[in-house]
């Protein structure tokens, strides 16, 4: 039997869904794409399963002029569209009836006293003191000027409650801007404050790389230079850039997934075991990992770096156009919409493994993976001819679309000979779980509504990846004349990326 | 897609050799299947209800992908018929995979089922979970079953003498994890409840309780009494039995310094479960939830009498959502469900 003690509550042992502090959630970019995508429909899914705080509110901001009333037909036709499960009506009516919307222009400082206005009056419903958290999902450059303005407003700060905000991605542009803006977001909140999100990370099969690495003994002893011969991190999408050009003109392939979703990977796979699974234990380990990545120099980007850009060709049957033809993309662009990169980690668990990265648009086949691939066996007791062979053990660990983890071993093909084959053992999310995952952005909003920042990104991290790829952004941007390489839409990417994995290596086929 | 194979006065051997043949073909005809693989559900049922058991399990087993095995039960029958079935549903999207659904129909007499453990071991999948679900009783069924899995789905609401379900959880419990669907029912209470006292100036409030009051469905007893051992449980309360009177159950549970009166009230309701539950205590504070459309409505009561009233969001389950949450529960293990029995067995003794 438990005592009670004012320090703990003893009835949350146990429970599948935890407690969650009152909370009035302020989504800056309300009517965007993301919110009506992704945060909408999460919050729709939180109060389905009876996640949300028991006591929350939520608030929409963007520059549109809108009541209430037209807010929540815009939030009830999102999330009617987009969520995973087809909405209950009452929980919708419910959800909704809390919903505010105040409209303006984000860099109107003198407009943020009206949302003061809208929280106070929110607050004074109830007499219970409510948390407030600040989801930044709109464009990169109101990042500083809403915190600002939320500071000259002074709606950092709440009497009574925590304060956090939560920002998108991407911070920052390169390693300056990245951190001008945590210059600016720390003059406002503390770092515990901050919940800079990476969705990669609230995905099940991302978190799973955790449950494999330290939940299994087996892999341990083999988890390190002695027997990984190299690691593949492979992000590969089929689609081009849709309605994007804009955003990822400006962005390209390295900063739109390597800065921040790759590299996260990588820091999965390397990172030493955390103590604990608390949020500064395992982001100490991801930092460690790489501040052990040394920035190349300009002759190293040449060597060890590969960009190109989709030129027309056929994606599932389907002609598209290159990437210069795309809409809104300038003819002359150069940006990249293919990155291959050779990192290494130096420390005495990975000191000469190569980790190849790759990621590109409009390639043959949408894959996010992790391709580990052990030694060669070191003496070779069996004749190779009229088989395959013995191959080297490779464990993939796929994020999507097929999530899971599979392990390739050498096996007997029956018969009188002794001939070798690869086979593999695999696990799949699909058939060994029950029910379906919850979105990412479930479980990131839940988390940062919580306090819990071990899925986010600290500041020290983002610093640390910009660290790495800022080198490779000069080198290419200083670039501008020797000519852009291209792969044909629908293939692995450029074959120059192949002698990124050095010897006689190559990538994983797509 | 469906293979099929079925065979009157059968043995065990043979219906596992069939299942593997239809692995096997399903794997060559079909390059994307993959057979199930979260565990084996055994199902122990009357045969002319077997279909609205099938019915119950058919929307849990869409996200449940298990080998099922179910035992038709007719009372005189001598032999053993089988029918296998493998299934994958349409794969039409590129790269998708066709997650097998593979069903056994075993149709027996009650003459099989104090052995029923050795007619089912040959046709369960090795190394997953075996949970075991005799929704029409066959105790002696779930005995033998229970020598081979390690959980058993109940319903304490099943049995119409609260004090005997509650005993029969509780033996059962002994030998495998019990998945209660009574106690499931009572989840969303257990969790509101232990959100409504977290704010830390609101903790000190679980040491003042006075009176706990749950109301239930008349035929939810079960459900009603968990909840109320799972607070003893957790509080520290010594419980203590609870009589007949006003139309329900009374008592008492002894905390550290004070009685606390506890009262179950029947209601008239549509679904099995909980209709309210309200806490008060010696300070004149209150707290209730009461079922509402989309959710709970949630009452809080200040020592100045003033109330708050809001609704807590959550869709309601119904029972098909809580058959699918109890499948769910092989997986897990909720530590507070056996000190929560024995403190309800307590107060119904």
Redesign the interface.
């Known amino acids: 039997?438990?005592?009670?003690a004012?320090?703990?509550?003893?009835?949350?042992?146990?429970?599948?869904?935890?407690?969650?502090?009152?909370t009035t959630l302020v989504i800056f970019g309300a009517t965007g794409d993301l919110a009506r995508r992704k945060l909408l429909p999460a919050l729709y899914n939180l109060?389905?399963?009876?996640a949300?705080?028991?006591?929350?509110n939520l608030v929409g901001i963007s520059r549109a002029e809108q009541s209430d009333d037209e807010f929540r037909a815009l939030a009830r036709e999102a999330i009617g569209s987009f969520s995973r499960r087809p909405p209950?009506q009452?929980?919708l009516?419910?959800?909704l009836e809390r919903a505010r919307y105040v409209g303006f222009d984000f860099g109107d400082a003198a407009a943020y006293g009206r949302l003061g206005e809208t929280l106070s009056e929110l607050d004074a419903e109830?007499?219970?003191p409510f948390n407030r958290a600040y989801y930044l999902s709109t464009a990169p450059t109101f990042f500083p000027v809403i915190t600002s303005a939320l500071k000259e407003a002074g709606l950092h700060r709440a009497e009574q409650g925590d304060v956090r905000v939560i920002i998108e991605k991407p911070f920052g542009h390169d390693l300056a801007s990245a951190r001008s803006l945590q210059g600016v977001v720390h003059e406002v909140f503390r770092e515990r404050q901050v919940f800079r999100i990476d969705h990669y990370l609230g995905k099940e099969t991302v978190q799973n790389v955790l449950a494999f690495r330290f939940a299994n003994f087996m892999f341990e002893p083999v988890w390190n230079r002695n027997y990984i011969d190299h690691v593949e991190i492979t992000a590969a999408e089929d689609i081009g850039i849709g309605s994007r050009a804009g955003y990822y003109d400006n962005a390209g392939a390295l900063r739109d997934l390597v800065q921040n979703h790759m590299l996260q990977l990588l820091t999965l796979v390397c990172m030493e075991p955390p103590a604990s699974f608390e949020a500064n234990k395992v982001r100490d380990e991801k930092v460690k990992v790489l501040s052990a990545i040394t920035p190349p120099t300009p002759e190293e980007v040449a060597r060890t770096t590969v960009r190109a850009q989709y030129s027309a060709g056929t994606v599932?049957g389907v002609e598209v156009p290159g990437y210069r033809e795309e809409e809104g993309v300038p003819g002359d662009s150069r940006t990249e919409t293919y990155a291959a990169l050779r990192l290494e980690v130096h420390n005495w668990r990975w000191a000469g493994v190569p980790f190849v990265l790759r990621t590109g648009k409009r390639l043959a086949?949408?894959v996010t993976e992790i391709a580990v691939q052990l030694k060669p066996v070191p003496h070779l007791a069996f004749q190779s001819s009229g088989s395959l062979g013995v191959r080297p053990n490779q464990l993939i660990l796929t994020v999507q679309?097929?999530e899971g983890v599979s392990l390739s071993l050498g096996a007997k093909i029956p018969g009188s000979r002794m001939r070798i084959t690869p086979v593999n053992m695999?696990f799949?999310y699909?058939?060994?779980?029950?029910?379906?995952s919850p979105e990412a952005y479930e479980r990131l909003i839940l988390d940062a509504m919580r306090g819990d920042a071990t899925l986010f990104t600290r500041n020290d991290e983002v610093d640390a990846q910009w660290g790495i790829i800022d080198p490779v952004l000069q080198t290419w941007e200083a670039d501008t004349s020797s000519p852009l390489l291209t792969y044909p839409a629908g293939t692995a990417g450029p074959p120059e990326a192949d002698a990124l994995l050095g010897g006689d290596r190559g990538w994983r086929h797509l | 897609m469906d293979d099929v194979w079925g065979e009157r006065d059968t043995t065990p051997a043979r219906i596992e050799a069939a299942l593997r043949e239809l692995v096997k073909r399903r794997h060559l005809s079909e390059q994307a299947f993959?057979?199930?693989?979260?565990l084996n559900l055994v199902v122990v049922a009357d045969r002319e209800f077997r279909g609205e058991v099938e019915n119950r399990l058919e929307k849990v087993r869409e996200?449940?992908?298990s080998r099922l095995v179910l035992c038709a039960v007719e009372p005189g029958r001598r032999t053993l018929d089988a029918v296998a079935q493998m299934a994958t549903p349409d794969t039409s999207r590129?790269?998708a995979?066709a997650?097998g659904r593979e069903r056994v129909e075993l149709r027996l007499g009650t003459k099989h089922l104090p052995k029923l453990d050795t007619i089912v071991d040959p046709l369960l999948m090795s190394d997953l979970a075996t949970m075991v679900w005799s929704p029409h009783g066959h105790p002696e069924a779930v005995d033998a079953l229970s020598r081979l899995a390690q959980i058993a789905l109940i319903d304490s609401h099943d049995e119409p003498a609260v004090g005997r379900g509650l005993t029969r959880a509780a033996s059962l419990s002994e030998r495998v994890y019990v998945v209660d669907l009574a106690w499931l029912r009572s989840?969303?209470w257990?969790?509101?409840?232990?959100?409504?006292?977290?704010?830390?100036p609101l903790?000190?409030m679980?040491?003042q309780i006075s009176k706990v009051t749950v109301r239930h469905r008349e035929d939810s007893v079960a459900a009603a009494v968990l909840l109320c051992g799972w607070?003893a449980?957790?509080?520290?309360w010594r419980p203590e039995g609870l009589m007949s009177g006003r139309g329900g159950l009374r008592g008492h549970a002894r905390a550290?310094r004070h009685e606390v009166t506890v009262a179950l009230e029947p209601m008239q309701m549509n679904a099995p479960g909980l209709d309210g539950v309200a806490i008060e205590t010696a300070s004149g504070t209150a707290v209730s939830l009461d079922r509402a459309?989309?959710?709970l409505r949630?009452m809080?009561r200040?020592r100045d009498g003033?109330e708050?009233h809001?609704?807590?969001?959550?869709?309601?389950r119904g029972e098909s959502g809580i058959l699918?949450e109890g499948?769910?529960q092989a997986?897990?293990r909720?530590?507070?469900?056996r000190?929560a029995l024995a403190a309800a067995q307590a107060m119904v003794a």
Do not use: C, I, Q
């Not at chain 1, 949300?52 to 929350?56: D, Y």
């Not at chain 2, 809001?310 to 309601?316: D, H, I, K, Q, R």
């Open positions: 039997m438990t005592a009670v004012a320090a703990e509550n003893p009835l949350v042992e146990g429970l599948e869904r935890l407690p969650v502090p009152a109060a389905h399963e009876g949300l705080p028991e006591r929350f209950d009452l929980v009516d419910g959800l109830s007499a219970v599932a086949r949408k679309p097929n695999e799949l699909g058939t060994s779980f029950m029910s379906e | 993959v057979p199930a693989r979260v996200s449940h992908p590129p790269g995979l997650v989840a969303p257990r969790e509101r409840l232990a959100a409504a006292f977290d704010p830390p903790r000190g679980l040491g607070l449980s957790r509080l520290g550290r459309p989309g959710g949630s809080r200040g003033r708050e809001w609704t807590v969001l959550g869709a309601s699918g499948v769910r997986l897990l909720d530590p507070t469900y000190p």
